[in-house]
């Protein structure tokens, strides 16, 4: 079975950046979406950015501006570039794909993913 891994995470202080990476252990036709979904401690999780496979992008309105996805699709790939980390505690970072909704609101319905990578944590420090 297709698994995703991320890495690149690690602590980093307030206002740095960091750049987490997500890979699939094969290749397999992922459908439209590769996105990056975010939960912080005691909280909800929530989609922050996903990508394409046209190359189109959406962010959570909180990331907008700061963080950056991308991807490289032929090797079932993609990126976050994270800038401008807001103190948060210690939240982990999901990579997941094959989305069943293709539609731009689907972007960030966890649902509908069937791949979830284990996560990576970024602890933002003030």
């Known amino acids: 079975q297709v698994q995703l891994l991320e890495s690149g995470g690690g602590s980093v202080q307030a206002g740095g950046s960091l750049r987490l990476s997500c890979a699939a252990s094969e290749y397999k036709h992922i459908t439209y979406w590769m996105a990056w979904f975010r939960q912080a401690p005691g909280k909800q999780r929530e989609g922050v950015a996903a990508?394409?496979?046209?190359?189109?992008?959406t962010y959570a309105h909180a990331v907008k501006g700061r963080f950056t996805v991308s991807q490289h699709r032929a090797r079932n790939k993609v990126s976050l570039l994270m800038n401008d980390l807001k103190p948060a505690g210690t939240p982990w970072f999901y990579c997941v794909a094959d989305s069943g909704l293709d539609c731009k609101t689907g972007a960030f319905v966890g649902a509908a993913y069937a791949l979830w990578g284990p996560g990576t944590q970024v602890p933002v420090s003030s």
């Open positions: 990508v394409g496979r046209d190359g189109t992008t």
